[in-house]
């Protein structure tokens, strides 16, 4: 079965660069039929979808992130990645990688969704 | 910017059919998916495309969306079900985007 770890720094202080990575086993980021992806929940919070990126570099971001946000994919390690700056304790969450599975709409857009979760990261932005 | 609103809790005892709702304007053109979110672990996917249940949910997890409206039905909700559900689905822009509801508390006591 899939299986997808989030890896990176648990403890950040405030500006600096939030990078985390999914490594990716027992599957592919280059399947033709999926798109990658993160959602973050702060804690005692709802779930927020970040974004999502197609192993073709192809990204799409929340818009309230966007600014501070880059997404990318490794296709020789089997990986993709989050890379948010300036970040503040409003950042602080369990940030979960995701596979998301994927349609086109009646206008032709692709709409992804997430369907298989990693188990999730806490990272905290203290100072 | 795109929302989807559902009920903050819903309880029901033993037995009984619970029934947990997510509005949303874009919800007659876009496809609605549910998630249950038990203390403490990673979110699971319960409900796809609207009605389609994934290999090893329980046939008691049924969905319907109507217009605005998507609905995630639980009959003879267990103890077991107790957990946070949330829906989700994406915005009709051109790059559409993913969001979440504000995610329910089910209750089976």
């Known amino acids: 079965q899939l299986q997808l770890q989030e890896s990176g720094p648990r403890l950040l202080k405030p500006s600096e660069t939030l990078s985390l990575t999914c490594t990716v086993s027992?599957?592919?980021?280059?399947?033709?039929?999926?798109?990658w992806g993160w959602i973050r929940q702060p804690p005692g919070k709802g779930l927020e979808w970040i974004g999502s990126?197609?192993?073709?570099?192809?990204?799409n971001y929340n818009p309230s992130l966007k600014s501070r946000l880059t997404m990318s994919v490794d296709t020789s390690r089997n990986q993709f990645s989050l890379k948010l700056t300036s970040v503040t304790a409003a950042d602080t969450a369990v940030y979960y990688c995701?596979?998301?599975?994927?349609?086109?709409?009646?206008?032709?857009?692709?709409?992804?969704?997430?369907?298989?979760w990693g188990q999730g990261t806490l990272v905290t932005v203290s100072s | 910017s795109y929302e989807l609103t559902q009920p903050p809790s819903v309880s029901v005892s033993p037995g009984q059919t619970a029934r947990i709702t997510c509005s949303g304007d874009?919800?007659?053109?876009?496809?609605a998916y549910w998630y249950q979110q038990k203390s403490g672990q990673a979110p699971v996917l319960v409900i796809y495309?609207?009605?389609r249940r994934p290999s090893g949910i329980p046939e008691r997890f049924s969905g319907s969306s109507s217009g605005t409206l998507a609905t995630l039905t639980i009959s003879g909700a267990r103890v077991d079900d107790e957990a946070d559900y949330y829906c989700y689905s994406t915005d009709n822009s051109a790059n559409p985007r993913g969001v979440f509801g504000g995610g329910t508390k089910l209750t089976v006591l």
């Open positions: 990126l197609y192993y073709n570099g192809s990204t």
């Open positions: 995701a596979r998301h599975s994927n349609y086109y709409d009646s206008a032709g857009f692709v709409n992804t969704s997430p369907d298989f």
């Open positions: 874009a919800l007659p053109k876009k496809y």
């Open positions: 495309e609207d009605n």
């Open positions: 027992r599957g592919s980021v280059t399947s033709s039929n999926y798109y």
